[in-house]
């Protein structure tokens, strides 16, 4: 299955979420977009098993495996899709790849549902972060920009603290989203990438010959002292 997850794959799984998870306390398309992201950026892994029953709420009654691996599988592809949209530099990034964010088409009327521009995602996301509380914070306190990232995420949820405040306050952020995503990803992968010691060369012992060539011993010539 393609990494690319069209308007017409967003389109089918936001009807599927709306009839079999939204109903039970579920998630909608927006949020769990914003769920997906913040497992992609976790500094610790979240099984499929953790995380996959909060998508549902109260999880269905399936016919079986293959009708549970059916309603899984675009999930699945919105999840392979956000992995891949987290890594995505600047440059590689494009208009298809951002968030699925409901953003009014003329960028400038209030949402009709009074729900405000980004909160739906950003409460996905954070969502994802209480699965490894401690260990964002073990990351927040070594890395004050990812306390800044997780903040703007948080004023979107809660529109506190919104620089601009108002509509187009959210858009501003909403627009800061794919960088803050792979920010994270890429401290991420810093983060968890083993430090290689460093390499000394090996000394002589104190009665081996010195290296110098001066024939004698390495207490009495360069390892004086």
């Not at 959210?170 to 627009?175: C, E, F, K, T």
Request: hydrophobic share 35%; with cysteine; proline share 8%.
């Amino acid at each position: 299955m393609s990494n690319v997850f069209t308007d017409a794959d967003a389109e089918s799984l936001a009807q599927m979420l709306e009839k079999r998870a939204i109903p039970f306390g579920g998630m909608s398309l927006e949020q769990l977009d914003g769920f997906l992201s913040g497992v992609a950026v976790s500094p610790e892994p979240i099984a499929q098993a953790d995380w996959m029953p909060r998508v549902w709420g109260k999880e269905p009654r399936w016919e079986g495996a293959r009708d549970r691996d059916e309603h899984y599988a675009p999930i699945l592809h919105l999840k392979a899709a956000v992995e891949r949209r987290v890594k995505l530099g600047e440059e590689d990034f494009t208009d298809q790849d951002m968030p699925f964010i409901w953003v009014p088409e003329d960028g400038e009327a209030p949402p009709a549902d009074d729900i405000p521009v980004g909160a739906e995602w950003a409460d996905g996301f954070l969502e994802a972060v209480g699965f490894h509380e401690f260990e964002w914070g073990e990351w927040e306190a070594k890395d004050e920009w990812v306390t800044e990232a997780l903040d703007l995420i948080q004023s979107l949820s809660g529109g506190e603290d919104i620089q601009e405040p108002g509509h187009e306050g959210r858009l501003a952020i909403v627009g800061q989203l794919p960088a803050v995503l792979h920010d994270l990803y890429a401290g991420g992968l810093e983060r968890k990438t083993p430090k290689q010691p460093v390499r000394k060369d090996a000394t002589p012992g104190r009665n081996d010959p010195c290296a110098c060539g001066s024939g004698k011993k390495y207490k009495a010539c360069h390892g004086k002292g």
